[in-house]
């Protein structure tokens, strides 16, 4: 039969759409022609295809004109993970393989010019799109890729080392043996969930001495799930403190997991050694608004998106583009990134925490006891303007880092371990999730008014301070909603003055235009 069909993947986000690889021999001048909104990726396919089929000890059909057609033909395709349906398809085509038997099974790999199999991106990304698809069919990846799509329960996964494993598994009832490598015995086989029970240890926040008031914001933004920003001189604590908050975050879920490992897949970002750890993403600040947010063509995830479910640190918070922190604004309120292109559009997920850190001023010292700040008013005026009113009234959590003096450095005991404070943020956002069944910071609307459940005097303290501080709407609710999580913190069932005045102190007036 010249003609053969071979089922594959593209990536487009999280989504990974269908794609049927069309495969046709016909006699005329012999060409490879490649067909279907191919990349430059996928088109150099072409020469690996035909490298690996030769240096396999196969037959490239050298006389005939070859068009492979990857359709739908409307659907951008990227990245090398076509080449082994490819080369499937020219094999079924020429009767070398049984192209009835490659029914049922869908392929992604990129092939060497010996005929070994190499891992791709986003394999946990096609898994997981065919398990929420309730699509039943058998996948076959290279190593490394195999054992990442098996994470999926009830994943269908078989792993694939070299060409000749394929060709063996799929050749004709009554053809002769296919060539064998001669270099070890068979690389098929079916790959088993491979679920990492006991994730790596986070840094332990006993570790950081003193700052007892900056640990106390890190436990109430990991119990409620809130952003926090840090500022304060340099040296002080606040990079130390924001990397081991992601040790203070409830155990992940499976979903969660899948979902966090889905997104670093796409990214290439992800390892078996990190399933079910929270990520934490510290970008630099000379990150621009494409590599925070993510897009390109076709579009990838961006720092928000690879720590989702996670933890985003943006240290020296100013020295950030405007573009990419005033980017920032959408995804702090959805949880989510729509990226859209003429042609298409991809929405990645972004339900992250963000830690922020910075000086407070050009020096770092306005307000040390340890050094004089050099900087004149305007200066600091101006330096603590470049983060936007909307930016800061979106961060819930505003923490001044005091410098600690050396001798409590070295006298000062090792506070309580990551360990403790976790449990008592798993409680205090179980209690949460029993009550409403999301985060306190998650919150919107009605929601706020039925789950706050704030005593009369509470109400009246709030209403008098916010009127004098000048608080907007949205201020409003988020300090009420850090109330709450102090609240369930506390065990306490309803939010009263003593949790409202804390939440309040969070809230640090900056210089913003």
Known sequence: MSLSLVQSRALLGLEAAAVTVEVHLANGLPSFTLVGLADVEVKEARERVRSAIQNSGLEFPHNKRITVNLAPADLPKDSGRFDLPIALGILAASGQIDAAQLAGHEFAGELSLSGELRPVRGALAMSLALHAGGVVTRLVLPPGSAEEAALVPDAQVFSARHLLDLVQHFRPADSEAAPQDPTAESGWSRVANTVQTQPLPYPDLADVKGQLGAKRALEIAAAGGHSLIFMGPPGSGKSMLAHRFAGLLP????????????????????????????????????????????????????????????????????????????????????????????????????????????????????????????????????????????????????????????????????????????????????????RQGKPNQALQGQEIDQHLLLDDAAVKFLNVAAARLGWSARSTHRALKVARTIADLAGAHSTQVTHVAEAMQYRRSLKTS
């Open 251 to 434: 155990d992940m879920t499976t979903t969660e997991a899948l979902q966090s490992a889905a997104v670093a897949s796409l990214g290439g970002r992800f390892t078996l050694e990190r399933w079910a750890q929270r990520p934490t993403c510290s970008p630099h600040h000379t990150a621009s608004a494409v590599a925070l947010v993510g897009g390109g063509s076709p579009p990838r995830p961006g720092e928000i998106s690879l720590a989702h479910h996670g933890v985003l640190f943006l240290d020296e918070l100013p020295e950030f583009p405007r573009a990419a922190l005033e980017a920032l604004r959408e995804p702090l309120e959805t949880g989510s990134i729509t990226i859209s292109r003429a042609a298409r559009r991809a929405e990645f997920p972004a339900r992250f925490q963000l830690i922020g850190a910075m000086n407070p001023c050009p020096c770092g010292y306005l307000g040390s006891t340890q050094k004089a700040c050099r900087c004149t008013p305007d200066q600091v005026a101006r330096y603590q303007s470049k983060l936007s009113g909307p930016l800061i009234d979106r961060i819930d959590l505003h923490v001044e880092v005091p410098a600690v003096v050396p001798a409590d450095l070295m006298q000062t005991q090792a506070g309580e371990s990551s360990a403790a404070v976790r449990a008592r943020c798993s409680a205090a956002r179980e209690r949460a999730m029993a």
